[in-house]
T-cell receptor, first 114, second 113 residues
Framework: NAGVTQTPKFQVLKTGQSMTLQCAQDMNHNSMYWYRQDPGMGLRLIYYSASEGTTDKGEVPNGYNVSRLNKREFSLRLESAAPSQTSVYFC?????????????FGPGTRLTVL | AQSVTQLGSHVSVSEGALVLLRCNYSSSVPPYLFWYVQYPNQGLQLLLKYTSAATLVKGINGFEAEFKKSETSFHLTKPSAHMSDAAEYFCAVSLYNTDKLIFGTGTRLQVFP
């Protein structure tokens, strides 16, 4: 039982390049989330998916797209990376029972955009 | 709108001293409140959560938090700090009837020998 896994762990991009961050969970959770963490700003929700086939914007969705490929996998895509997207990205999942569920986090992807 | 405020971005204590990390929330409905911990270069993990069952919530590693509605607070405490408690701590509130979390800006705890 690996929990939430993310790939890659580290990535350096040049401005304008694209990339996809991968996330998978093996806990049969319904909901999945993408956050970014920046110093002094806590974690901010980029996108979330309440169930397979549905996605919705969070607090900071601009410049990102997501795909809920199946129940296990939720990917985050940067189409044209910008230096402002330099951050640590976390994927999380939860059962989705209405407000009290624990979110389980992956180890993060540290992204630098030059 | 729901939000949380964590007072103090950095807290330093000596080993064996009381740990107190402050969190105040804003919510128009009864909130669900969480404390998560992040050790260096790791993801977040749940310390404890308040789901209205009991106002004093005990979590892992000797931490506890008390929900005080009158003060709109959910402060995290531990009677005696250990070096291994050095980490960043996040308070969070869930949006009503969803699992979406709104996080505070975090408090970095340093523990000195």
């Amino acid at each position: 039982n690996a929990g939430v896994t993310q790939t890659p762990k580290f990535q350096v991009l040049k401005t304008g390049q694209s990339m996809t961050l991968q996330c998978a969970q093996d806990m049969n959770h319904n909901s999945m989330y993408w956050y970014r963490q920046d110093p002094g700003m806590g974690l901010r929700l980029i996108y979330y998916s309440a169930s397979e086939g549905t996605t919705d914007k969070g607090e900071v969705p601009n410049g990102y797209n997501v795909s809920r490929l199946n129940k296990r996998e939720f990917s985050l895509r940067l189409e044209s990376a910008a230096p402002s997207q330099t951050s640590v990205y976390f994927c999380a999942s939860s059962e989705q029972r209405g407000g009290a569920d624990t979110q389980y986090f992956g180890p993060g992807t540290r992204l630098t955009v030059l | 709108a729901q939000s949380v405020t964590q007072l103090g971005s950095h807290v330093s204590v000596s080993e064996g001293a009381l740990v107190l990390l402050r969190c105040n929330y804003s919510s128009s409905v009864p909130p669900y409140l969480f404390w998560y911990v992040q050790y260096p270069n790791q993801g977040l993990q749940l310390l404890l959560k308040y789901t209205s069952a009991a106002t004093l919530v005990k979590g892992i590693n000797g931490f506890e938090a008390e929900f005080k509605k009158s003060e709109t607070s959910f402060h995290l405490t531990k009677p005696s700090a250990h070096m291994s408690d050095a980490a960043e701590y996040f308070c969070a509130v869930s949006l009503y009837n969803t699992d979406k979390l709104i996080f505070g800006t975090g408090t970095r705890l340093q523990v000195f020998p």
